[in-house]
């Protein structure tokens, strides 16, 4: 009886390892891939994120993003847009740098891309 504890408990031991290996994995997977936002306005939509020279002093949160525009008037984004990869998928990429400028009736909200999306390079 012992015995058949004491190998459960490793195996349970070595599935939750496995996990947490998992998870620390995806997790440092995760700060390379950009946080995407789509701002939107009375015209149009865009779905921008924020520039990796400018993420440490930029908080990547759409709260951060909306203050910033109404501190300083304008920044400057990436555009994403869709496009197919090389291997044929169709990936979030990006496109152009643009400039934001701030208004009163714009909004910037958190966006998932339900594809994969590719880091400024």
Known sequence: ????????????????????????????????????????TVRDEVIVAVPPDEAGALRPEAAAIGQALAAKGALTLWQYAPRKGADGALEMAPRAKISVLAHDSLRVEPYTAAVRVVPVQ
């Open 1 to 40: 009886m012992k015995t058949t504890s004491l190998v459960r408990s490793t195996a349970a031991a070595a599935c939750v390892a496995g996990v947490l290996a998992t998870a620390a994995v995806t997790a440092m997977a995760d700060t390379t891939k950009p946080l995407l936002f789509k701002i939107v």
